[in-house]
């Protein structure tokens, strides 16, 4: 795949249909990949990466990138275009300065994971199938490719790329995942076993904001939280409820746009599992307004955009807040 | 050496904390490992090192400086600051016991950070010699040895006893408050044991990596290199770097009204940050490039021309796995290396 | 604990408030005694040095301090309105308390490398704040230099910071040159119009002089180039710079440029010496 993505690129670097390209670049060891932007058939030869470990989502460097002059070539896989079209709908990126060619992904590991095994001194990793196989400067190692996947990647949505100029590859389907089963555990929780769960998560926080710097959905010019004139700009943690307070609003702001793209969750030095709170917007959003898949077209309204007679009630929310 | 059995560690645990606070790097159910306050039954993590630094113990990531009362015209300091209680902190690396002497160049010269200080002055770090480094370390680069580490007090593991000796009188008193769970052992094991670490150590994928290029005398070389525009292009401009580094130690101070009462607390600020310098009218580093520049310069060039030579990271290779991006201090010593 | 902190402030007490300028009051600052008396300050200074003022829940900013270390009965702080505690200083009435810690910084080299010298002072706008200190200084201890040339503008006649003491006091000073001018014509102003480095350039002040210069950056920026072609050199041209900081100790990383921190290096810079810093200010 690497191959066949590198040589695309090269052409159409070549035939001046963009003049850059964005995508991965390989790093000091087996997995750690930074996204980067190519200039010359030169640097792509010498750098660029298509692997395992590149999940990162580039979606979101194209609110910057397509300003910029000419085209650039992004290589999305399906979950990053559903960012790229949130992005198109809310006039965020100039689509038409973007070429984008849709990549399949059978899953991205993390080596966070391959780590928290006890696996350490990692070198190299191969994939085998269903193993998973490591090489460190202690010997070689194994483990099944499913304990190794990325989360995001666990309860993948689709298959499907909901937006492209170009595909490399067959196009697959949006498919039946479990990424709710987690947020209707929790709902079935009370709401003491539920508080204790997001507390225990939430004081893990270290205010780091990468959460929110990755997500395609936080594209504010300058967050109010970096405002100094916001006057609710505050870097102390004068209160562990504050960090709660902090991930919920987040929440709040991106739902109905949050495509479940998983970047905050996967970014978290704390490990925090940040997208289940969008999920359970999601779900809800789901529920009461109809289904509904931010980022799936670029013209629908969406649910909280959107006024229709059938809507639920306000009171609903009084309605499920009791137990 | 005076040595105890791993299995009897519990026991030194028990003791220690039944005289003074004992924090030690413990797992989450994550898998990950965190410092936490030893209780009965804790056990020691395996791990390499802990996700966040030990920085917190003598810099903590919020803290409260002092109080103010205001009632009309007229405003009342109150300092809140108090003695602290003595703390032993067991199982600091090497690299994070490095870093506590570069962030005593800051907080102890003049004029001397009482708060830092008095955390400083009642803990107890208690090392532990690593067996098991990984690939993203790089502790040697800075002239630190895993196998010898510094602290008040040194541990070593042959895998069934633990050895200690100590560095200091503070270390020593720590040893002497637990002798008589301590008996002499014999450490032909452990000298085996270092040899093997000292062999992998030479075979790690960073074993090369030299700070020949930097110091404080190569300040306008690298300030105005070519490299950080590639560098930087894709930071996200998040804080993880600094809030996983051990040595960082940028701060903000903050003022909140709590309807009873002026708090004001220092916490932890990161260079990276788009506010970092802004002012009511202005910024000096607007760009991701140059916030970017600030941090690395900050650690290759602008520490070590103010100590000695000394440079502002200890190799401990969290913001290796930890950047989003996986953009670190590595990368950019590798571009911006003079060959 | 019965060590002292500097980051824990101790009160003054604002004991007069005058208007300089629409958007520039000066606030003179007394401490409070043992017995509970206002007066005294509240700590001594050398010229160029700065503190740091806060109104707890509102905010803490370093401010040059005005007044000459030589005034033994307050501390004078000349402030231009521009952000949230700055405005919250100008509603200000007499008799409020405020917080204050410091000396921070050095020092513009009184009694070293300026004594016996000829001086030049170059001001733009509330740059005159911090020179006032350097200024008066000087007047107080006549006999340890030369000549005295002070060069000031503002926009306007209104906007010139110190105009009653420059007119009552330095104007009638011996050996104490004052050249005042503003932006543009107006009307009641019969002095000098046109931009400081201009006016710089059209005095031709003789090359003996050691040149102390403050004001917005790109007024620095334009007299220094005028006087290095009238052939000044920068080892002769002193500055003071003003950063965002929080500590004032070289501690909290704010204001670190190079290998400086602003607050502890600074914030007075010889323009050679800053030649050697990244261009970051």
Redesign the interface.
Known sequence: MQEAIISKAKQLLADGTVNRVIGWKK???A???????FESAEEIDAEFVYDDFTS?NVSK?LVKESKKEGKILAFLKPCDTYSLNQLTKEHRVNRDNIYVVGIPSDGKLD??KI????I????GVERNGDTLKIN???GEETMPVSEAMSNKCLSCKSKKHVTYDELIGEDGEVIESDRFDMVEKLENMTSQERYDFWKNELSKC?????C???CPACTCE?CVF????SGI??????DSFEENMFHIIRAFHVAGRCTDCGECS??C???IPLHLLNRKFIKDINSLYGEYQAGEDTTSRAPLNDYTQDDCEASIVHERGVE | MLKISLENLGKLFDAVAEKQTLYIPTDREDGASEYKKYESGMKLSKNLNTLRSAKDFFFPQTENLADFKMEGKKIEVIDVRKESEDFVVFGVRACDARSFTILDKVFLCEPVDSYYKNRRDHGTVVTMACTKPTETCFCGTFGIDPTAPEGDAACWSDGENLFIQANNEKGQAFIDSVSSLLEDGDTAKLDEVKAKTKEILGKLPLANLSTESFGGDKLMEHFNSEKWAELSESCLGCGTCTFVCPTCQCYDIKDFDTGHGIKRFRCWDSCMYSDFTKMAHGNIRNSQLERFRQRFMHKLVYFPSNNNGEFGCVGCGRCLSKCPISMNIVKVMKALEVK | MNTNDTLIPRIGVVTDIRTDTPDVKTFRVNAIQADGTVGGKVFEHMPGQCAMLSIPGVGEGMFSITSSPTNKEFMEFSIKKCGCLTSWLHAMEVGQQITIRGPYGNHFPVETDLKGKDLLFIAGGIGLAPLRSVINYVRDNRANYGDVQIIYGSRSKDDLVDYQEILDEWMNDDGVEVNLTIDREQEGWDGHVGFVPNYVKELNPSLSKTVLICGPPIMIKFTLAGLKELGFTETQVYTTMELRMKCAVGKCGRCNIGDKYVCKDGPVFRFDQLDELPDEY
Do not use: L, M, W
Request: charged content about 20%; proline content about 6%.
């Open positions: 790093g000091e060891f997995y750690d990949i930074t996204p980067a932007i990162a460097y080596a966070e780590k928290a095994k006890g350490t001194g990692i070198i460190t400067i202690y270290i205010r780091c904001n990468a929110r710097n990755v300058n970096d405002n100094p004139d700009q505050n870097k102390a943690a004068s996967r970014v030095p704390q490990n």
